[in-house]
């Protein structure tokens, strides 16, 4: 059974930046994911990373967010910079295993203040 930790969430003014960390234990995990649901609206694709190192992003988020992993430390990071006040919700880490199950992290709030 895989779980998921995340740490790195909190509260930043406009304009700040963040580190999201997810660490993956008990499996082996393919692709790894940043979600995000903010009050009242539907949980939403952040950004992707495929083992191999291929990212996709949302539109929303291209040219300030990051992702990467270290395979090594079966971690996923989630590096935030320039960030809106519409970037406030609560960011939770995906990961699918290796035969197909998909796990979820608890949720991490970030809260960016204008």
């Known amino acids: 059974q895989v779980q998921l930790v995340e740490s790195g969430g909190g509260l930043v003014q406009a304009g700040g930046s963040l580190r999201l960390s997810c660490v993956a234990s008990?499996?082996?995990?393919?692709?790894m994911a940043w979600y995000r649901q903010a009050p009242g609206k539907q949980r939403e694709l952040v950004a992707r990373?495929?083992?191999?190192?291929?990212?996709n992003y949302a539109d929303s988020v291209k040219g300030r967010f990051a992702i990467s992993r270290d395979n090594a430390k079966n971690t996923m990071y989630l590096q935030m910079n320039s960030l809106k006040p519409e970037d406030t919700a609560v960011y939770s880490c995906?990961?699918?295993?290796?035969?197909?199950?998909?796990?979820w992290g608890q949720g991490t709030q970030v809260t960016v203040s204008s």
């Open positions: 995906y990961a699918r295993g290796s035969y197909g199950n998909d796990y």
């Open positions: 008990g499996g082996i995990v393919n692709v």
């Open positions: 990373i495929r083992s191999g190192g291929f990212t």
